[in-house]
């Protein structure tokens, strides 16, 4: 192995730095039409929008139905509600003014608490605003209770925040008459072409994946826009694209989190946990019921992951997902996963700062032990590997050396400890293939958009079929170009893909000796692979990979493998994370100074990718405990709706970020590896609100700790 565990710099950064990358606003195809899309301006109406001639309405998009376009009735601020069509994107900006509708105002609430009891409906046609009521429960919560020696109750909030890739969504789309070709900056080529068959009905589509700036979970779903887009590509038979402006697209590409707990905790004078309850209620806007995808299926992940690495055998949970009249909340790096964390690690927190134990040994009395390991929690997750004690007994060492440095500075550490669940399935394909001019073509149907896995997947075909990295091309986002595919999110890039692609680089390898051996005359058993030739092992004569390549065809072997990886089951990364903050108590700026963290994700395929997530999402939780909070007024507006207003941070604000990790074993896929891309994202929000409450003194409850919550 050359490549595997090697900081391997991004083959596909180049582009990128030479300003040669194409994103979607970049395709220009002469006689592009520019679309735009009316906003609702009110939470909850009926609206009726004139017929006018290029104006497209729920009517020619959807007739009958009120999804991708409304027909008739809007239940949020921002909902798109008619497309305007023009010759470019300055006047069909201007032209949108020209759209009239009428709107007949309806009763809203954006309360998820006022919205739980039903007295406002925030879809006419439905009934309860409770689109999932679940109770999670294991051991016996009442009789636990009676043997705590302390019992702590109280409410946490994690508000709702933006994910605001740099690149907005963006799509343009051509139909010539018998095909729909669709470009979008989206996560998923292939998810996203399966919606548009099943929504147009129609299947000649190609879908194209083209660079994308940045997605954080945004660009999953297929967005309204996107199906009304591919619809009036249809009837106008002309190229027409749509990109949305930042406020746009802060209003309408999905809000991220915006869930709140309400606990009640029973512990033992020692800080052990015997029971932990709770309800929780998630807020899901009001995505369109017949919307393919929505925070709902996040709300099952806060919920089953709200025990953390802990032993926590008497829990009991009612969750809820309710609707409320405000944009729709969506997957934001780490999708329910950071909600759960925040919730046990300040309640970690709170609990230790009562008693008045280290953080760390409060962790080590609490975490399931490596003998216990696979681990089955109380709400049925199972862990699959890992040594926390091991993993809290390493984080001592940073830990004190960081409270040094604290007195010194007159800061604060915080510290927080993570599991979560990544490489999601059900499957993922990989093709590779030799092409005649001997270059190795490496295909995934997943849909990278940042992270790197495409320089991890040439390390992982580099090294089994032991060539330089150099002779590989990776490729990827084309629907055209790989049978199916799933998609980049849910931290299960490298492993489930890059599973695929070990597989199909192996079965590749294996027709290349069948191939090589048949040249020298010799059975398989007789020959070895090495270094990109089959070598007869007695006579030591070789053939060369271009020689197999340029011979297989004739032999009648194909050396074109598609691989399709079925996942049986996810795997569960974890690790310690902390930090070191500085409070300013008269002006209430609080700067962190240092965060230091420690990561098992079983085998790391490329150590400078991996560090390159963690220091992304660290600063994403460092953004969410500090400074970003979507602002919805009393008629459920965003009021922050520019980059300018929303608390988005830059390098200014970010820390120096340490990062170790910590390969206590691999994983049973076949690349070894746990997800990291979401591990910064989901840990660094509650290290940071503990070290803020651990400096005041003062039970924290709501994000972001603003100067004006410090001062207060
Ligand atoms: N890696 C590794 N060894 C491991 C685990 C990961 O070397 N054991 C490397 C991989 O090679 C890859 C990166 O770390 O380069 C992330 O891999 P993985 O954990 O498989 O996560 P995904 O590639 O599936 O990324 C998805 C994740 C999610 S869910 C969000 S949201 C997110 C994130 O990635 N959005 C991002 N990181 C992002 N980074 C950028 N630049 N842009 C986004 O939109």
Request: proline content about 5%; some cysteine; charged content about 25%.
């Amino acid at each position: 192995m050359n490549y595997i565990g090697k900081p391997v710099k991004r083959i596909e950064d180049p582009k990128f730095i030479t300003g040669k990358a194409t994103y979607v606003d970049d395709i220009e195809i002469p006689g592009t039409l520019f679309v735009a899309f009316l906003r609702s301006q009110v939470p909850h109406a009926y609206i009726k929008v004139k017929k006018q001639e290029g104006i497209f309405t729920g009517a020619d998009i959807n007739p009958g139905k009120d999804f991708p376009i409304p027909e008739r009735e809007v239940t949020y601020v921002g909902q798109p509600i008619a497309a305007i069509v023009a010759k470019d994107r300055y006047e069909v900006y201007d032209l949108l003014e020209s759209i009239e509708v009428e709107y007949e105002n309806l009763p809203y609430v954006l309360d998820p608490q006022e919205a739980l009891n039903n007295k406002v409906k925030v879809y006419t046609k439905k009934d309860s605003n409770i689109y999932l009521e679940k109770l999670w429960q294991g051991g016996d919560v009442d009789k636990a209770f009676k043997e705590a020696d302390m019992v702590i109750e109280d409410e946490l909030i994690n508000q709702r925040v933006i994910a605001n890739p740099l690149e907005t969504r963006g799509a343009l789309a051509y139909f010539d008459g018998q095909r729909l070709t669709f470009w979008s900056s989206t996560q998923s080529a292939h998810y996203l072409r399966r919606n548009l068959v099943s929504f147009l009905g129609f299947d000649n589509i190609r879908v194209i994946q083209p660079d994308v700036g940045g997605a954080f979970g945004s660009k999953i779903i297929a967005h309204p826009e996107e199906y009304a887009l591919a619809k009036i590509a249809m009837i106008l038979r002309r190229p027409v694209k749509w990109i949305p402006t930042r406020s746009e697209e802060m209003m309408s590409a999905g809000h991220g989190r915006d869930k709140r707990l309400k606990f009640k905790v029973g512990v033992k004078r020692d800080g052990r946990i015997v029971a932990l309850e709770g309800t929780l209620i998630a807020d899901l806007g009001a995505p369109y019921p017949d919307a393919n995808d929505d925070e709902s299926g996040n709300v099952d992940s806060t919920s089953r992951m709200l025990l953390g690495p802990y032993k926590i055998t008497n829990a009991k949970l009612i969750s809820y997902a309710v609707n409320t009249n405000k944009p729709p909340t969506q997957s934001y790096r780490g999708a329910g996963r950071p909600e759960a964390t925040y919730f046990i690690e300040r309640i970690m927190n709170i609990i230790a700062n009562e008693l008045n134990i280290d953080p760390i040994e409060l962790r080590l009395r609490n975490v399931v032990r490596p003998e216990e390991m696979p681990y089955t929690n109380a709400f049925g997750v199972t862990y699959d590997s890992g040594n926390y004690v091991k993993m809290l007994e390493i984080a001592r060492e940073y830990y004190s050396t960081l409270q040094n440095e604290a007195q010194k500075i007159g800061g604060c550490v915080g510290l927080g400890m993570y599991v979560e669940i990544t490489a999601f399935g059900p499957w993922e394909t990989a093709r590779v293939l030799a092409k005649s001019d001997g270059k190795i073509i490496a295909i995934t149907g997943s849909g990278p958009h940042g992270q790197g896995d495409p320089t991890a997947f040439a390390q992982i075909v580099a090294d089994i079929l032991e060539i330089p990295i150099e002779r590989i091309d990776v490729e990827w986002g084309d629907t055209d170009i790989i049978e199916d595919g799933i998609g980049t999110w849910g931290s299960r890039t490298v492993t489930v893909a890059g599973s695929a692609m070990m597989k199909a680089s192996e079965e590749l390898r294996r027709r290349l000796i069948e191939v090589g051996a048949k040249m020298l005359n010799a059975d398989v058993e007789e020959v070895e692979y090495k270094e990109g030739k089959v070598v007869h092992k007695t006579t030591g004569k070789s053939v060369s990979l271009n020689e197999i390549i340029s011979n297989a065809y004739n032999m009648g072997v194909s050396l074109d493998v598609t691989y399709v990886y079925p996942v049986s089951s996810p795997t569960t990364p974890y690790g310690v994370h902390m930090a070191l903050v500085k409070v300013d108590k008269e002006t209430g700026k609080i700067s962190v100074v240092k965060y230091i963290a420690l990561d098992d994700v079983g085998r790391v395929i490329n150590p400078l990718l991996a560090e390159g997530q963690i220091d992304g999402g660290v600063m994403q939780g460092i953004a969410q405990a500090l400074y970003e909070k979507a602002v919805l007024n009393e008629s459920g507006q965003l009021v922050n709706a520019t980059l300018a207003d929303y608390g988005f941070p830059t390098a200014v604000e970010a820390p120096k970020i340490e990062w170790h990790y910590i390969e206590m074993g691999f994983s049973t896929h076949p690349t070894g590896s746990k997800g990291i891309g979401e591990a910064g994202a989901v840990i660094s929000s509650p290290v940071i609100v503990n070290a803020v409450e651990n400096c005041l003194k003062v039970r924290i409850k709501e994000m972001p700790m603003s100067p004006e919550l410090i001062v207060k």
